[in-house]
C-alpha cells in the first residue's frame, strides 16, 4: 500500500506498507488444504506427500480462485489425480471467502498503518487505484470500498 501526493505533476510519497507474507499463494494454499482433507474424505486417501499431485490439485485450485474472481462458484476436474482416482468437485465463492476470512481481515493492516503513517485520514484520500493480482478478488475490493466508506475504486490500471 502507498500513498502519494500529485501536485504540479510532481508524486511524493508519504508512507508505503505491506504484508509481504500475504498474497495470492495463501489464498491457494487455503484451497489446496480444505481439497487435500475432502479428497481424504471421500476416497481415504492422503495426497498431501504426493508431490504430482499436489501440483496438479494447486495448478487447479489457481484456477479456480480466478474463475471465482467472476463467477459464485468454480469446478475442478482432475483425472487420475492419485492412485488412478479422478477428483471432480467444486467450491462456491462464499466457501473460499469463508476459509479465508482471516486473510481477508488482514489485508486492511497494511492500507491503516500507511494512513497512520501519512498522517492521514481516510477522507483525504482522493483515488484508490488497485495492484496486484489478488486486488481481483471481489471480497477484498468489498473490503476496501466499505472501508472507504463506499467510495469507487479505480481498477482502470492492469493490477499486475
Request: with cysteine; charged share 35%.
Amino acid at each position: 500500500v502507498s500513498i502519494l501526493t500529485i501536485e504540479d505533476g510532481i508524486f511524493e510519497v508519504k508512507a508505503t506498507a505491506g504484508d509481504t507474507h500475504l498474497g495470492g499463494e495463501d489464498f491457494d494454499n487455503r484451497m489446496v488444504n480444505h481439497f487435500v482433507e475432502e479428497f481424504k474424505r471421500k476416497h481415504k486417501k492422503d495426497i498431501s506427500q504426493n508431490k504430482r499431485a499436489l501440483r496438479r490439485l494447486r495448478t487447479a485450485c489457481e484456477r479456480a480462485k480466478r474463475t471465482l474472481s467472476s463467477s459464485s462458484q468454480a469446478s475442478l476436474e482432475i483425472d487420475s489425480l492419485y492412485e488412478g482416482i479422478d477428483f471432480y468437485t467444486s467450491i462456491t465463492r462464499a466457501r473460499f471467502e469463508e476459509m479465508c476470512s482471516d486473510l481477508f481481515r488482514g489485508t486492511l493492516e497494511p492500507v491503516e498503518k500507511a494512513l497512520r503513517d501519512a498522517k492521514m485520514d481516510k477522507s483525504q484520500i482522493h483515488d484508490i487505484v488497485l495492484v496486484g493480482g489478488s486486488t481481483r478478488i471481489p471480497k477484498i475490493q468489498k473490503l476496501l470500498q466499505d472501508f472507504f466508506n463506499g467510495r469507487d475504486l479505480n481498477k482502470s490500471i492492469n493490477p499486475d
